[in-house]
Antibody, heavy 123, light 107 residues
Framework: EVQLLESGGGLVQPGGSLRLSCAAS????????MAWVRQAPGKGLEWVSA????????HFADSVKGRFTISRDISKNTVYLQLNSLRVEDTAVYYC????????????????WGQGTLVTVSS | DIQMTQSPSSLSASVGDRVTITCRAS??????LNWYQQKPGKAPNLLIY???SLQSGVPSRFSGSGSGTEFTLTISSLQPEDFAIYYC?????????FGQGTRLEIQ
């Protein structure tokens, strides 16, 4: 069974940093595209970032561009989200999700999700 | 960015009802449209991808249709476990965007 397990969330002050990790199992991680999606308390889903499993290209929402970076370690089957210059509005549950392309699109669908990790930005 | 608008925002229905949720895109996205179900405290779960393809393991009472800018998710006969929040998502262009969600409540 495909599994994703996030870790690294916690309480951080505004302006601080965190690194989220997502460990994957039971699928070909090296060629898989991966994404991060967040959900602020009581709010809807917001796509944050993705890494293309084929070419390694990275993509970000405007709201996090220049502050967050996404990377992966194929040897550890793990994708990371580095969160810098955190703001109160970054408070959310952060989900890692596998992106499986269809048609000619590389992103396609998020067909497997982790359980989420909570990031709280507060002084 | 492509804006996704769902209607209604909330819906009350009874077990056994047929329910339809609509999602509109601000520009054409072909059939790069997915539907997710989310229950409280849980991660979203993929129901429909490519506008009308049923994800493996999802009950056949769920169906999707549409292309271009207008899409629908239909639940043919509501079951108690279907009361949740439903989101559409476009994956035609980066940034990926979601609809605001439709809360399906028990009447």
């Amino acid at each position: 069974e495909v599994q994703l397990l996030e870790s690294g969330g916690g309480l951080v002050q505004p302006g601080g940093s965190l690194r989220l990790s997502c460990a994957a199992s039971e699928f070909t991680f090296s060629s898989s595209s991966m994404a991060w999606v967040r959900q602020a308390p009581g709010k809807g889903l917001e796509w944050v970032s993705a890494i293309n499993g084929g070419n390694g290209n990275t993509h970000f929402a405007d709201s996090v561009k220049g502050r967050f970076t996404i990377s992966r370690d194929i040897s550890k089957n793990t994708v990371y989200l580095q969160l810098n210059s955190l703001r109160v509005e970054d408070t959310a549950v952060y989900y890692c999700a596998k992106a499986s392309g269809y048609g000619t699109g590389w992103y396609g669908k998020n067909d497997c999700w982790g359980q989420g990790t909570l990031v709280t930005v507060s002084s | 960015d492509i804006q996704m608008t769902q209607s209604p925002s909330s819906l009350s229905a009874s077990v056994g009802d047929r329910v339809t949720i609509t999602c509109r895109a601000s520009q054409s996205i072909g059939t790069y449209l997915n539907w997710y179900q989310q229950k409280p405290g849980k991660a979203p779960n993929l129901l429909i991808y490519a506008a009308s393809s049923l994800q493996s393991g999802v009950p056949s009472r769920f169906s999707g249709s549409g292309s271009g800018t207008e899409f629908t998710l239909t639940i043919s006969s509501l079951q108690p476990e279907d009361f949740a929040i439903y989101y559409c998502q476009q994956s035609n262009r980066i940034p990926i965007t979601f609809g605001q969600g439709t809360r399906l409540e028990i009447q």
